[in-house]
């Protein structure tokens, strides 16, 4: 099992900053590609963005593209996610979550999850 604990979320006007943390426990966390994915109420899950194992590749979804930045320091067993100039369509619960061992988009692939943390963003 490899737990996964995500903090930092919050209330933050447009234009703002946040960055999101991930902790991991209990497995070998570098062996693990990690991704964060969002939900806004009514939606279904999203795609946020995706760091290899070695944090050499990384993917994002193109409404964050430029915006946000996606990072992981494996001796700290820790995945980021650096948000800037947040937009309100950006609220919702960010969960990470990680899969071994190929980076993927796709929610569905990936072995553990978060419980989330609330990102709300006002205009």
């Known amino acids: 099992q490899l737990q996964l604990v995500e903090s930092g979320g919050g209330l933050v006007q447009a234009g703002g900053s946040l960055r999101l943390s991930c902790a991991a426990s209990?497995?070998?966390?570098?062996?693990?590609?990690m991704g964060w994915f969002r939900q806004a109420p009514g939606k279904e899950r999203e795609f946020v963005a995706a760091?290899?194992?070695?944090?050499?590749?990384?993917y994002y979804v193109d409404s964050v593209k430029g915006r946000f930045t996606i990072s992981r320091d494996n001796a700290k067993n820790t995945v980021y996610l650096q948000m800037n100039s947040l937009k309100p369509e950006d609220t919702a619960v960010y969960y990470c979550?990680?899969?071994?061992?190929?980076?993927?988009?796709?929610?569905?692939?990936?072995?553990?999850w978060g419980q989330g943390t609330q990102v709300t963003v006002s205009s």
């Open positions: 209990g497995r070998t966390f570098s062996s693990y590609a």
């Open positions: 760091v290899s194992w070695s944090g050499g590749s990384t």
């Open positions: 979550a990680a899969d071994d061992p190929r980076i993927t988009t796709v929610g569905a692939l990936y072995d553990y």
